[in-house]
């Protein structure tokens, strides 16, 4: 299992030479993202992934948004004869691997401190105030005014 997992993401990183725009480039980080934090959570914890792939995620949204304001509109153009290759080979080793085994969940999260009933109160007080902030952020942030060139739809 975590050959093919290492596979997909070279497979994946060799992939960003052959892509044309950002909008490719942000999907095919995103899909090596998601697998590298799946790798890391059968590895060590489901909470460190997590963490990481936030923090990664939340990079690439900033770097794309720039990207994008600073990039001019371009048309999204597929090749049938890349996408099926690329597609070939992601399946292919996928057939001749017999030694995977399945994926067992581990119930020893189930049973972490932050879901205790003693936690509950402070658990709601931080989700609480983690969506204030949020609020709180997104009604202070005057878009006319920002640095990225404001979204018109005609």
Excluded: C
């Amino acid at each position: 299992m975590m050959t093919l997992s290492l596979f997909l993401i070279f497979v994946l990183s060799s992939m960003t030479m052959i892509m044309n725009s950002p909008v490719l480039l942000l999907f095919n980080i995103l899909m090596m993202a998601l697998t590298i934090s799946w790798l890391t959570g059968a590895m060590f914890s489901s909470w460190y992934s997590f963490l990481v792939f936030l923090i990664y995620i939340g990079g690439m949204m900033v770097m794309f948004s720039y990207f994008v304001a600073l990039s001019p509109n371009q048309y999204l153009k597929i090749n049938n004869y890349i996408n099926s290759f690329i597609t070939s080979i992601l399946f292919f080793p996928a057939q001749f691997n017999n030694n995977m085994k399945p994926y067992k969940f581990d119930s020893l999260y189930l049973y972490s401190p932050v879901y205790n009933w003693y936690q509950f109160y402070m658990l709601m007080f931080m989700i609480i105030l983690l969506l204030m902030m949020m609020l709180i952020v997104v009604k202070m942030i005057n878009t006319s005014k920002g640095p990225l060139r404001p979204f018109m739809y005609v």
